[in-house]
């Protein structure tokens, strides 16, 4: 009888083994890892991957700064290097500057001492803290699932403050998870909540620019279709909203084209999933819809180039003629043969005319292979600009002498 | 520039191979372990190693024996040992591998693209590891915590690709891995 009964346990199991690997191969494949979803069956070889982000900032020895090419009058020097991932910088009340990291999970501050620049660790282990923002004393910062603050932390640099929960009713999907974050002229903190994939039709709560009341009431949407922006402005004159946008991979080498938009009022839709880069539709989901339907880009800024830091310059020490302009950090693309990108631009805005694009600083790139990618710029007080570099881990100051 | 953060210089591997003493007992003293349970760091790219010692040393991936160890090493000695196990040669960790599990598993790591980035043989590159001819135990350790969200990875990939697997899915896939030729 025992044997018996072990035997007839061991037909069951061995029906259900045989009904498990049945199911497992009946089923249609399984959801590829995000930067891969979306590629169609015939690249299913193709050698395109994201660039690796190395585990350690290049030594300020290592860095070729000589390769960074700009503008007659303009120099480049390293103002600091050894910062892990290096990526939004933003300055305290009292000279503190604050740095971002991503897949590093730090935030930094470095503090000028007469020219010697002092590195220090304010919080790690943190989830993909790209955005941050400084008003009053207090620093934000925003990870895939929060927005919490550090209150006074410039009076304690070494021993920050807890972290405070501003807002943390937000999705926690990491694709495209990651966010920028700034106040805007209306004194509410404005961030992304990306598309939690490659392509496909995102829920409401995703894909748009959302905007929160500093002490984390008064969550609204503000842009919508906005696939993944992690970096924007306001304009010091309009104070309107420009920001950049990353466009989806694989469906070209030469389309569709990142963009640069303007929000100026509540409510827009730029397009994702349906239309890209203004006249594409999307293979996919554009079925049946039309382009004419959402808001067109201000500026095709180029397929996968991957356009960061939006800012517009406001200093004194450039020529007259970048007053106001656009400075767009853009970090380089993968998901193209030939790179592009890994330079920073500028873009010149014309009322009654196509905003004018130009490269500012390159040189990044070598034979295909980078050593670096710019990302985000900051002002300092002089009209020289800060930009960062989260593959080197290093941030360069431009500066401007006729 | 910033003293407090002084960088590495260029990895040097036998600067790693000194430096490697303490590693051993565990890991072999060529980073093949053999101790059950113990992941091999052999023939690791150097990127994931390095990576992976950074977030023991912040406490983004904890381990009760590895954060100790962590937590007294510099910048410079983890791009030395990463660069020393690098170049060791793998051998294959077959200890407890049912060979019946293997074709299931093999099924599974296909149904769930693993060798999207882990690549054909599973032999990893970048920051990416070498899963092939590693531990049993190790992995299925590791799996099962990307899978309840305890075992920390870089930007979420991991985590998000062990949500569907049930148990014995892991089982069998870490069966098949184990199973490989690094």
Redesign the interface.
Known sequence: MPFRFAAHVLVVALVLAAW??QV??Q?P????????QGQPAEMANSPL?PV???????????IPLNKIKVPAGFKVE?W?????NARVMIWGDKGTLFVSSR????VYA?VDKGG?????TIA??LN?PNGIAFKGGTLYIAEVHRITKMEGIEDKLDSPPEMKVVYDTLPKD??H?WKYLAFGPDGKLYFNIGAPCNICLPPDTHANISRVNPDGTGFEYWAHGVRNSVGFDWHPVSKELYFATHARDWLGEEVPSDRLDVAPKKGLHFGFPFCHQGDILDPEFGKGRSCAEFAAPLLKTGPHIAGNGVMFYTGSMFPAEYKNRIFLGQRGSWNKTQKIGYRLATVTLRPGDVPKYESFAEGWLDNNQPWGRPNYTVQMKDGSILLSDDYA?AIYRISYSR | ??????????ADPEAGRRKSGPCAGCHGPDGNATTPGMPSLAGQPT?YT??QL?KFR???RKDPQMTPFAEKLG?ED??DL?AFYAAQPARARTAGVDRTKID?GK??AE???CT??HRAQLTGH???PRLAGQDLGYLVKLIRGFKDKTASD????M???AQ?LRD?DILALAHYIASLSP
């Open positions: 498990a690997v497992v191969a089923q494949a399984a959801a590829p890892p995000p930067w891969k991957a690796a982000q190395p585990p350690a900032p290049k030594p300020a020895s290592e390293l600091a290097s050894g910062i892990n897949v590093a999970g730090n470095i010697q620049r002092e590195l220090k790690k282990g993909l990491l694709p998870g881990g | 520039m910033a003293a407090a953060a002084l960088p590495a210089s260029a990127m390095h990576w950074i912040d406490g983004r910048d983890m791009a990463a299931d099924r599974i149904f769930y693209h999207s980035c970048e920051q990416i870089l930007d979420g990939t985590t998000m690709a569907p014995e």
